[in-house]
């Protein structure tokens, strides 16, 4: 099983501000099975990166997503009230599917 | 636009078998190249997958829930389902079924709103 592990695990910022997560396999994920999720309370998740860097359908650019390998990063560039939330990244490239911890961004 | 909706009870005693089902519009089940997925959640914890049911019928599981898990595709072709037996206090969650996207193949695009279901007696 391919283990995720995300930090920090809260990531406190002001609006504005830019925002850094990282994800690190346990071992090699191809790209293309590289998931980024934003949750908000009460919300199912919303796809928001895939193939490690490729914004999803309504994805504002200030979201990017980078990496490879075991290394992978989310970048906010400049936050906004509403991407206060936590984010997961996920891969999808050998079973069993896996999720990270979640990294919590706060105000 | 394809929208998914679970449905199933909330409360279900330990031991017994926990049944969900997911309500498909916009389009079948049974045509098209995707993955049916369920994922839960427990209260303040992480997304973990308990597994995918391809169009075709065929299935891949997590290992931790292989044992007790059960998925199936509605002949009806607007539905999905999942059984997990022997549930336990620990398999209390929030239960999503997702798909993923035609263009970009196993990424999860598509999600239900989400049920709570509370394992207790």
């Known amino acids: 099983e391919i283990v995720l592990t995300q930090s920090p695990g809260t990531l406190s910022l002001s609006p504005g501000e830019r925002a850094t997560l990282s994800c690190r396999a346990s071992q090699s994920v191809s790209s293309s099975y590289l998931a980024w999720f934003q949750q908000k309370p009460g919300q199912a998740p919303r796809l928001l990166i895939y193939g490690a860097s490729n914004r999803a359908t309504g994805i504002p650019d200030r979201f990017s997503g980078s990496g490879s390998g075991t290394d992978f990063t989310l970048a906010i560039s400049r936050l906004e009230p509403e991407d206060f939330a936590v984010y997961y990244c996920q891969q999808c490239g050998g079973s069993p599917w896996t999720f990270g911890q979640g990294t919590k961004v706060e105000v | 636009q394809v929208q998914l909706q679970e449905s199933g009870p909330g409360l279900v005693k330990p031991s017994e078998t926990l049944s969900l089902s997911c309500s498909v519009s916009g389009g079948s089940v049974s045509s098209g190249s995707y993955f049916w997925t369920w994922i839960r959640q427990p209260p303040g914890k992480k997304l973990e997958w308990i597994g995918n049911?391809?169009?075709?019928?065929?299935?891949d599981y997590n290992p931790s829930l292989r044992s007790r898990v059960t998925m199936s595709l509605d002949t009806s072709k607007t539905h999905f389902s999942l059984k997990l037996s022997s549930v336990t206090a620990a398999d209390t969650a929030v239960y999503f079924c997702a798909r993923d996207s035609a263009v970009i193949p196993r990424m999860l695009a598509y999600w239900g709103q989400g049920v709570l279901v509370t394992v207790s007696s």
């Open positions: 049911i391809y169009y075709t019928g065929n299935t």
